[in-house]
């Protein structure tokens, strides 16, 4: 009589392909989860503290602003402002005041609410809609709050830094750097980051998905989060972020070499003969630098050091080197564009000539960089977000 030998046993199926394999007696095992169940720890991992964060965040500067509003003060808003001008530098700051103090509560609500709500069940449609919606106005009304001097001063720094022991001026300049209006605008932009990942965190575990990556537990993943998708329309959104800041950049070095691209030959003149070339240098050059790593948010080195950096060739690019800055400078390039462009419609100065379209023109152009920024920079973090440490999937 002959044996046979019993059939192999079937391999367990991995756990992204829908659902783990049960534990012995019909039971789950405890970190696995079925599909169309929200993830078993939505609030485990990385990213769990900006939910909190935003909420305290948004808390504390409403408490503030309410008590300098109660005590009869005045922020350095609107035309107190001590930073330059913005699209409301014609409001009184007293008026401002009371509204910044709203603006701060109803921030910290929604803070709070896209931190609590939701965190065992999912959330209706309709109400994460309404949420989101709702910060939206809170972040427009951030926005306008803002000015073009977070990013002046973001491209000045590289050059003062490089000129300011040599030229008593600049050093003076660079002790202006931080003023009671930088750090406010500093702070609402901090928090308007904040809240929105909280929003985005919020709306994804709102839906049944990863708050931490926001993949779909069924795989019903949209298709245009793919990373052979994002390769695509991240690679378009980079090189129009790229080409507004080169733009930019060859007006104002053009400037510095005496020629008048898009510019009066009197003003350029002016412009050689005295400091104003190193302003224009700076900010042009550091323009170019930045339009240059932007094409990394597509290209083989910005994933991999390239061979010529000593001590780094051949390693992987972390994910956050490039995602941080770009989303700081993203996000800094929104208002200063938003709030030019209001300046200029008020004071009719829109109107591109021939002496004029490079002083003007690029200017125009900054809040499609800023959304063209931020979407080659979301493309880049899908292709390379990996595995996520939260609910396993990638």
Known sequence: MSTRTPPPTPPIPHRAAGRAAPAPGGSRTTDSHLPGDAPPHPHRGRGRWVAPSA??????????????????????????????????????????????????????????????????????????????????????????????????????????????PFDPGLRAAFQEFVTPGTVLQVAVLAGGALLAASTARFVRRGAGAC??????????????????????????????????????????????????????????????????????????????V???????????????FPRWMPGLAGRRVPVLLAVVPATVVAVAVLPAGLSL???????????????????VGPALLWPLWSVALGAATYAYWLRRRGTCAVCGRG
Do not use: K, N
Request: include cysteine; charged fraction near 10%; glycine fraction near 14%.
């Open 55 to 164: 909420a305290a965040w948004w808390a504390v500067g409403g408490a503030l602003t309410l008590v300098v509003t109660l005590l009869g003060g005045t922020l350095p808003v609107g035309a107190a402002s001590d930073t330059g001008f913005g699209a409301l530098h014609a409001l009184p700051g007293e008026t401002l005041t009371p509204w910044v103090a709203v603006l701060a509560l109803v921030g910290a609500a929604l803070a709070a609410w896209t931190w609590l709500g939701g965190r065992r069940h999912r959330v209706a449609r309709a109400a994460r809609t309404t949420t989101v919606a709702s910060v939206a106005v809170v972040l427009a009304g951030a926005v306008v709050l803002v000015d073009a001097s977070i990013l002046a001063r973001l491209g000045y720094l590289p050059v003062t830094l490089v000129m300011a």
């Open 211 to 288: 708050g931490s990556c926001g993949r779909d537990p069924d795989g019903d993943d949209p298709s245009w989060t793919s990373p052979a998708s994002a390769a695509r329309w991240g690679r378009a959104a980079a090189l129009v972020a790229a080409a507004v800041p080169t733009l930019y950049a060859v007006t104002r070095i053009a400037w510095v070499l005496g020629i008048p691209l898009g510019f009066s030959p009197d003003d350029v003149a002016e412009l050689a003969g005295g400091d104003g070339w190193i302003a224009a240098l700076g900010l042009g050059g550091f323009a170019l």
């Open 290 to 304: 930045g339009a240059v790593l932007t094409l990394g948010l597509y290209q083989r080195w910005g994933e991999v």
């Open 341 to 359: 462009v209001a300046v200029g419609l008020e004071g009719g100065q829109l109107a591109l000539t021939a002496d004029s379209w490079g002083a």
